[in-house]
């Protein structure tokens, strides 16, 4: 049984580079660390490799060298096909840009992941529907993306990225879309929803009014966490 | 994921209609002339397959078509019936009289001079009358759009007179007979008569319709005939397609719709290979979500193929049934009766639009396997 100090992402001496001849140096050397039960930040400035990070650690990119551990599984080492079922079975995804499926309705994108799980279509919306009731969507769970506003949006959002119990929930800037209040609300869902004793929920931003939600900040430049801190000033949003 | 692939194809609905009328036109265009070239390339023998009574057409060696004819010997109609395997051999004439009304309508006919005693050749098909009245002196049956042709605007009636050549004849008549190559009134009579109604010359045979023996292969008699006469000697269906040959070979027809036909495919597959292709490409990002979430290349390959095919099918299905709805109407006219949605040019059809399918689904199916899954995390 995990506990709150069990670790969930171990990321080793990480490299990533992009191109052949004039390569850039995205990933110099990372060594990371999430914790089950709590809510980490990646911060740092833009361009410092904090998306390249997270896409390394979700498996969407394959690290130049350098081991991942998800959950004590090395996942770097994993062939591609059970690399995505690794990622569909264990991760959440919630995206700057929410990247909903605009012909389907809010009931339905939430309920994607289960159906690419191969749960019957009735009972994944069905599921999803008790889901985006307890995210304060409980008018809106027919509705198309296009009649939805950024925070309802990003709350069907979090909703698909929880639906299926993952291990592990990773946001890409879920509040740079989004406006200071929006965020503020969308980011106190996260930290209420997707943080919980045998999860681990990786944030990355650069927004610096929402950090007080985390537990963990790791501060990032240049390609290298250069510090990771607990939070002094985390305030209970549970 | 059938589901959402679908809900993806058809949720944008100026697109997803875009895509399907692109198919549709593609499909109704190449249904439409391919259908037509076949019609009208039928009616070049339809006044061959009209004669059901006999099996072989025989005729001069140098004959060519139906149209071309040169008129063999009365002897030539002896030499036939002395061949082994024939069971009987009739004469038939072959001319172009003009005929023309009391009110000064005139038309060249395809008058066709059937055997005295049997009639062998008489229209069956008849709208009014009967073919059996032939036998009276100057009695024609007309076909019934030549009967427009020449009566515009009148109902069909019989006993009118016709001129031709400086005789009077009674329509006693009306058939329905094929099309032919051109819009000329088909106009049977007895070949005692008609030889009167055209201008004299020193022979009139112009074919020799035989019937081979029970039992004798068509084909064989054929042989016999050639061997023995030195005559043309074809059976219908051969006769036919000679007449098809000749058309495809010495006129503009293939050239014309063969244009039409290649650049319906061509545009059909760019605008509906490009728009599908598109719709892809526009619906990347989305795809990179699905990817992200874990949906596996295969499935998504599935997912545009389903995307693909069901937007084909749609297509080629409205395509279809707005070339039916055509041929329907057109079949009605005169001048384009015969001309049917034939189920050749559908299968010839189906198969271009599955091709059109299929290459554009691989161009989409290669975009997205492509596709770098962390594409989503850069907005």
């Known amino acids: 049984m995990n506990n709150g100090n069990s670790i969930a992402i171990a990321c080793h001496d990480l490299h990533k580079h992009f191109g052949n001849g004039a390569r850039v140096e995205a990933l110099r050397g990372v060594n990371f660390e999430a914790r089950l039960g709590e809510l980490t930040f990646i911060v740092g400035p833009s361009g410092c490799g904090k998306t390249t990070l997270l896409s390394v650690i979700t498996g969407l990119l394959d690290a130049s060298a350098?081991?991942?551990?998800?959950?004590?599984?090395?996942?770097?080492?994993?062939?591609?096909?059970?690399?995505?079922?690794?990622?569909?079975?264990?991760?959440?995804?919630?995206f700057q840009q929410f990247n909903l499926l605009p012909a389907l309705t809010a009931a339905e994108n939430a309920a994607v992941p289960l159906i690419a799980a191969g749960v019957k279509r009735t009972e994944a919306v069905d599921r999803a529907k008790s889901l985006l009731d307890r995210l304060g969507l409980e008018g809106r769970r027919d509705g198309l993306p296009a009649t939805l506003s950024g925070g309802e949006q990003q709350r069907v959002a979090i909703a698909r990225a929880l639906v299926h119990e993952p291990r592990l929930v990773v946001c890409d800037e879920p509040t740079a879309a989004l406006d200071h209040a929006t965020g503020e609300a969308v980011m106190k869902l996260v930290a209420a929803n997707a943080v919980h004793p045998d999860r681990a929920a990786v944030v990355v931003t650069h927004d610096a009014r929402v950090f007080h939600y985390a537990d963990v900040i790791a501060h990032m430049d240049d390609g290298r966490i250069v510090k990771t801190e607990r939070n002094g000033h985390k305030e209970s949003h549970l | 994921?059938?589901?959402?692939?679908?809900?993806?194809?058809?949720?944008?609905?100026?697109?997803?209609?875009?895509?399907?009328?692109?198919?549709?036109?593609?499909?109704?265009?190449?249904?439409?002339?391919?259908?037509?070239?076949?019609?009208?390339?039928?009616?070049?023998?339809?006044?061959?397959?009209?004669?059901?009574?006999?099996?072989?057409?025989?005729?001069?060696?140098?004959?060519?078509?139906?149209?071309?004819?040169?008129?063999?010997?009365?002897?030539?109609?002896?030499?036939?019936?002395?061949?082994?395997?024939?069971?009987?051999?009739?004469?038939?004439?072959?001319?172009?009289?003009?005929?023309?009304?009391?009110?000064?309508?005139?038309?060249?006919?395809?008058?066709?001079?059937?055997?005295?005693?049997?009639?062998?050749?008489?229209?069956?098909?008849?709208?009014?009358?009967?073919?059996?009245?032939?036998?009276?002196?100057?009695?024609?049956?007309?076909?019934?759009?030549?009967?427009?042709?020449?009566?515009?605007?009148?109902?069909?009636?019989?006993?009118?007179?016709?001129?031709?050549?400086?005789?009077?004849?009674?329509?006693v008549g009306i058939s329905d007979a094929s099309a032919p190559f051109l819009s000329n009134p088909v106009v049977h009579t007895r070949y005692s008569e008609a030889i009167n109604f055209v201008g004299r010359e020193r022979t009139q045979l112009s074919y020799v319709l035989v019937q081979p023996q029970p039992g004798v292969n068509a084909e064989e008699v054929c042989r016999r005939i050639e061997?023995?006469?030195?005559?043309?000697?074809?059976?219908?269906?051969?006769?036919?397609?000679?007449?098809?040959?000749?058309?495809?070979?010495?006129?503009?027809?293939?050239?014309?719709?063969?244009?039409?036909?290649?650049?319906?495919?061509?545009?059909?597959?760019?605008?509906?290979?490009?728009?599908?292709?598109?719709?892809?490409?526009?619906?990347?990002?989305?795809?990179?979500?699905?990817?992200?979430?874990?949906?596996?290349?295969?499935?998504?390959?599935?997912?545009?193929?389903?995307?693909?095919?069901?937007?084909?099918?749609?297509?080629?299905?409205?395509?279809?049934?707005?070339?039916?709805?055509?041929?329907?109407?057109?079949?009605?006219?005169?001048?384009?009766?015969?001309?049917?949605?034939?189920?050749?040019?559908?299968?010839?059809?189906?198969?271009?639009?599955?091709?059109?399918?299929?290459?554009?689904?691989?161009?989409?199916?290669?975009?997205?396997?492509?596709?770098?899954?962390?594409?989503?995390?850069?907005g």
């Open chain 1, 66 to 94: 350098g081991e991942i551990e998800l959950f004590g599984r090395n996942t770097s080492r994993l062939p591609t096909n059970q690399r995505i079922l690794f990622r569909r079975e264990n991760i959440g995804f919630v």
């Open chain 2, 1 to 171: 994921m059938n589901f959402v692939a679908l809900k993806m194809l058809t949720g944008d609905r100026a697109k997803y209609l875009g895509l399907i009328f692109a198919i549709a036109f593609c499909t109704f265009l190449l249904e439409n002339q391919t259908s037509i070239f076949a019609g009208i390339l039928k009616r070049t023998g339809s006044q061959i397959l009209d004669f059901t009574d006999a099996a072989i057409w025989v005729m001069d060696a140098k004959t060519e078509y139906f149209e071309q004819t040169k008129a063999l010997k009365d002897t030539d109609l002896a030499r036939v019936r002395g061949v082994d395997g024939v069971e009987w051999a009739v004469k038939l004439f072959k001319g172009t009289p003009v005929a023309r009304t009391r009110a000064g309508k005139f038309a060249a006919c395809i008058l066709l001079g059937l055997d005295d005693a049997t009639l062998t050749g008489a229209p069956r098909k008849m709208l009014l009358g009967s073919w059996q009245r032939l036998r009276e002196p100057d009695s024609i049956v007309v076909d019934n759009a030549g009967y427009i042709l020449l009566f515009p605007g009148e109902p069909l009636q019989l006993e009118r007179e016709l001129e031709m050549n400086d005789h009077k004849v009674r329509i």
């Open chain 2, 227 to 378: 061997a023995q006469t030195s005559l043309r000697a074809r059976t219908t269906d051969q006769f036919r397609w000679d007449c098809i040959r000749y058309y495809l070979k010495n006129t503009g027809i293939p050239v014309n719709f063969g244009i039409t036909i290649t650049i319906a495919l061509i545009v059909g597959t760019v605008v509906a290979g490009q728009t599908f292709y598109l719709f892809t490409v526009e619906n990347l990002k989305q795809f990179g979500a699905l990817k992200a979430i874990g949906v596996t290349n295969w499935r998504l390959t599935g997912m545009v193929l389903l995307q693909a095919f069901t937007a084909g099918l749609m297509g080629f299905g409205l395509g279809t049934g707005m070339a039916a709805v055509f041929f329907e109407i057109t079949l009605r006219n005169i001048p384009t009766r015969g001309l049917i949605l034939m189920w050749q040019s559908v299968a010839l059809t189906g198969g271009c639009i599955l091709l059109v399918v299929i290459i554009a689904s691989l161009l989409s199916i290669r975009r997205v396997v492509v596709l770098e899954p962390a594409a989503v995390f850069r």
